[in-house]
Every structure is written in structure tokens, then in C-alpha cells.
């Protein structure tokens, strides 16, 4: 079955520094990857999608198949990123979503 | 446009009561989905829908849930005897259609409390 692992539970950093929230993940495929994010007393919505290979909010992420990572990378964290983040994947190329446990990032000012 | 709702926000009910939980999708989509978020965890898919049909249901954790989309649009989430464990936001996705590329919105949950 797949798998997502967010190793890291909570990062804190201050407003300007680089961040990245790692995510791993298992499947035999060629995998379609997605970041959510909720912000306080918001809903879960998408952030970005592996096939998009878009930027938003200044935040992307790269596909890595030989280490089956697909890590969010900011160069220069804001304050209006603290949230919690969490990766997903489409469960055996189907529609429902395997999510990790999740990150919470903090960015201090 | 409206986005996902759901009813009601806050549930607390005591064990072994029955609950109903309900989603109003985005018009037009013909996926639903819901999942299950425990404290600390990330969502967990229940069941999945396309159009009335429940299309996956292999996320219910037992026959003491069910789920029904008469009309192939307001979806209810119905839990039996309700146990502690039970306890959890209930969170309802919609989509355009059920490929797997395709964005889901959530809703903004229902906290599901069982004394």
C-alpha cells in the first residue's frame, strides 16, 4: 500500500530564512504528488501539485524518484506561512488521498 | 461561489447514540469524498463517491458507518452506536470528477465529539 511519511512534526524559523518540509513516500508507480496546507481556523486546501510543476506562494517541490521524496522548499520563509502542511498521494493511481501525518511550520517574526 | 459546507460544525454525543453528518458539495462536482482526521494525524479516506453511487468504500473502519448520496449531490455520513474512539473531525472533499489529478476542496469539517 502506499505510504507518506513527513518525518518532521514541527520547524520553527525566522521570517527570512529558507525552509524545507520533507515528505517520503512509497509506491511502485510513477506518482502523482500534492501539498495541502491549512492555516489557522482555515479549511485543507492544495498548495501545489507534482504535475503542475508550478510555483506558489513562492513555495515548489521537486519529484526525486530515486530517493521517493517530494520535499516543499521556500527560499525565503513569511510570517503568513505558518500553517500546518501536509502531503499526499493518490491511493493506487485512484482518487482518494494518502495523506502524511503532517508539519507544522511556524515562522517567527 | 460557495464552497464545500458542512453540518454541523460541533457534534458531542454520548456513547453508543447514533449521528448524522452532512456535506454540500460544490455544484457541479461529481466526486465526494470523506475522510477522518484524528488529533495529530492527517486525513484518512472513508469512502468515496461518483455521482450516487459509492464508488470506494474500503476506508469505512466498520458497519457501524455508512454513507449515502441519494441525489448524487448532499452526501450524509451516518455513525451507529457511536464509541470514544470515534471522536475526530469528519471532513468532506469535493471534486470535478474522480480522476485523481483533479484538485478536491474540503470542507471545513465537523468535530465529532463522543462523551
Known amino acids: 500500500a502506499q505510504r507518506v511519511t513527513q518525518p518532521e512534526k514541527l520547524l520553527s524559523v525566522f521570517k527570512g530564512a529558507p525552509v524545507e518540509l520533507k515528505c517520503n513516500y512509497s509506491?511502485?508507480?510513477?506518482?502523482?504528488l500534492f501539498w495541502y496546507v491549512q492555516y489557522s481556523r482555515q479549511r485543507l486546501q492544495l498548495l501545489l501539485r507534482?504535475?503542475s510543476r508550478e510555483s506558489i506562494k513562492g513555495f515548489t517541490a521537486d519529484l526525486n524518484k530515486g530517493e521517493t521524496s517530494f520535499h516543499l522548499k521556500k527560499p525565503f520563509a513569511q510570517e503568513e506561512d505558518s500553517a500546518m502542511y501536509y502531503c499526499?498521494?493518490?491511493?493506487?493511481?485512484?482518487?482518494?488521498?494518502?495523506f502524511g501525518k503532517g508539519m507544522k511550520l511556524t515562522v517567527n517574526p | 461561489g460557495a464552497g464545500v459546507s458542512q453540518t454541523p460544525s460541533n457534534k458531542v454525543t454520548e456513547k453508543g447514540k447514533y449521528v448524522e453528518l452532512r456535506c454540500d458539495p460544490i455544484?457541479?462536482?461529481?466526486?465526494l469524498y470523506w475522510y477522518r482526521q484524528s488529533l495529530g494525524q492527517g486525513p484518512e479516506f472513508l469512502i468515496y463517491?461518483?455521482?450516487?453511487?459509492?464508488?470506494?468504500d474500503s476506508g469505512l473502519p466498520n458497519d457501524r458507518f455508512f454513507a449515502v448520496r441519494p441525489e448524487g449531490s448532499v452526501s450524509t455520513l451516518k455513525i451507529q452506536r457511536t464509541e470514544r474512539g470515534d471522536s475526530a473531525v469528519y471532513l468532506c472533499?469535493?471534486?470535478?470528477?474522480?480522476?485523481?489529478?483533479?484538485?478536491?476542496?474540503f470542507g471545513p469539517g465537523t468535530r465529532l465529539t463522543v462523551l
Open positions: 472533499a469535493s471534486s470535478l470528477s474522480g480522476d485523481s489529478y483533479n484538485e478536491q476542496f
Open positions: 509506491y511502485s508507480g510513477s506518482p502523482e
Open positions: 507534482h504535475i
Open positions: 499526499a498521494l493518490p491511493q493506487g493511481g485512484s482518487e482518494k488521498l494518502v
Open positions: 455544484s457541479g462536482h461529481t466526486a
Open positions: 463517491f461518483q455521482g450516487t453511487g459509492a464508488a470506494d
